[in-house]
């Protein structure tokens, strides 16, 4: 199977995936906190009935810029299997993101608002300890390329310990879980109601949806890259990732947007420069 065709399954599979584990995600959930919960397959109803529904535009700008967030994000995960440069790839995300922000700024509405602010704030608490993953990546596997790091057979988990455990803090943030669900939340405790989609409605949620399964798919993908060594390893660390994620949503409070700013530098600094400290000074890498 060529690269480029690995890619173009992502496109196809991905959504699939992405809804499964949300799936997945709910049932687990509803289990921890005594539920019965939903079927397996709910999201992918849920999504079906909001494309159905009829959509409220409150700004013309809302559409293009949710439809520029779904495609650049089909476009990070597509690259990404397709073994492309993944500092480029990481620079796609960050856009997807920034689209997504620009959506929630064309409404009125003041929880919309102030979403998008705190979304720019978790931006700006992630963004580091994801640089220091890649420099770590090329100091240990001297490219920024997938299939290069996957076919290396080097355990990155041994030489970036401290940079997986930093960047597993900040998945949180990428998954949207509590502690760190402070933009946009499925749960009743957010004070935003839905903070940055507030004001969105029927396909333009659908959208925002499927964009998510997307994303979590590939931010799985980087995941299985300090475990690419071993192919089942791997498979199980991205399935034990994702219950601890699981685990981390339902067990902590959320926090405040000061305190996730502040332990995420914390975090890159301490865990992710530490690393690579380890990695230039004493192990000759």
Known sequence: MTHLSIGIAYIFLAPLVGGLLMGVDRIVSARMQRRVGPPLLQPFYDVAKLLQKDTIIVNRLQNPALVCHLVF????????FE???????????????????????????????????????????????VLLMLV???????????YTIVESGKPLILYLPGIFIGFLYILTMKFRKSPFDISISEHAHQEL??????????RSIALVNIARWYEDVFLLGLVYLFFSFNVLGGIAAVLLTYLFEILIDNTFARFKWEAALR??????LVLGGGNLVI????MGV
């Open 193 to 202: 109601v839905s903070g940055l989609t507030s004001d969105f409605s029927g």
């Open 279 to 282: 990695l230039y000074a004493f």
């Open 73 to 80: 994000m089909i476009a990070t995960g597509f690259l990404f």
């Open 263 to 268: 332990s995420a530098w914390i975090v890159a």
């Open 136 to 146: 770590g990546f090329y100091k240990v596997i001297d490219s920024f390329s997938f």
């Open 83 to 129: 073994g492309s440069d993944i500092l480029l790839i990481i620079f796609l995300l960050t856009l997807s993101a920034v689209f997504l922000v620009l959506a929630a700024y064309a409404s009125s509405s003041p929880f919309s608002h102030a979403g998008a602010e705190r979304e720019l704030i978790l931006m700006t608490a992630y963004e580091p300890m």
